[in-house]
């Protein structure tokens, strides 16, 4: 009766342990599968991963937009004439007047004191109204050439102001364009980087559920033979003669044998 009643243990021991084992067995060829295609999916992940770029490649040298803008510049001053023209006109006045006053004095039979008088102070106006001419004139001059100055300087004054807007836009965009690519390569890279952690963090999940499952498999294997072991020793303290061995009944099951 013992030793059937062992048999049934050493039976129900085995299948128990047979059936964990293969639970864990199962289960950690799962795990080390999840591992395997984790691995797989990192190392595609890596080879995938973009070239590293230079953003600032497509900057230009933009110096060529400043021009030379001393063509357009000159001195109004440089061409400045004297205004003689009065002079002269004073001058033809001044002899017609005298010629006039001596026509008259002889066709009056004044005396030639009389005559200078008169010549003098026709000169003496005309003198005046020829100052008055040339000073006239020589302010036009000047007045001309300082409003072609500030013309000239304005107009340098503008085309160095669009140049400069020019060449600060152009280093805008040129900024603005390296910028947006390294926000572009940035932001793929920190995708992808977070892409690769979370399967390496799957690898070693799936890595540490595997061998869990293995000691359990290996413990529950394990397990089947020791407590195979012990019923055989609860015998042998009980007073069974003989020996007793694994083997199998007639149905096939596992259990003790006397030999």
Not at 25 to 54: C, S
Not at 130 to 147: F, K, M, T, V
Not at 177 to 193: L, M
Request: glycine share 10%; no cysteine; aromatic share 2%.
């Amino acid at each position: 009766m013992a030793v059937v009643t062992a048999a049934v243990a050493v039976g129900a021991t085995a299948i128990g342990g047979a059936v964990q084992s293969g639970q864990a067995h199962k289960a950690m060829r799962n795990a080390r599968d999840a591992k395997n295609a984790a691995a797989i999916k990192v190392e595609e992940l890596r080879n995938a991963r973009q070239t590293i770029i230079n953003p600032y490649s497509g900057v230009t040298d933009l110096s060529s937009m400043a021009e030379d803008l001393s063509g357009m510049m000159s001195n109004p001053f440089e061409s400045l004439g004297v205004a003689t023209q009065a002079a002269e006109i004073q001058a033809e006045e001044a002899d017609i007047s005298l010629a006039n006053t001596l026509d008259m004095l002889r066709a009056t039979g004044a005396s030639a004191g009389g005559a200078t008088a008169l010549a003098q102070a026709a000169l003496s106006s005309k003198k005046g109204v020829s100052a008055s001419i040339e000073q006239q004139e020589a302010q036009n001059e000047r007045l001309r050439a300082q409003g072609e100055q500030n013309l000239i300087q304005a107009q340098v004054t503008e085309q160095q102001r669009l140049q400069g807007i020019a060449i600060t836009e152009g280093q805008r965009v040129q900024q603005a364009d390296a910028q947006g690519k390294i926000f572009e390569f940035q932001a793929r890279e920190d995708r992808q980087n977070s892409d690769i952690s979370y399967q390496i963090s799957k690898e070693t999940g799936a890595a540490q559920r595997e061998a869990a499952y293995r000691s359990q498999r290996d413990a529950a294997t394990s397990g089947i033979f020791t407590g195979i072991g012990s019923i055989a020793g609860g015998l042998a303290t009980a007073g069974i003669t003989g020996g007793v061995d694994i083997g199998t009944n007639a149905a096939g099951k596992i259990g003790l044998v006397k030999i």
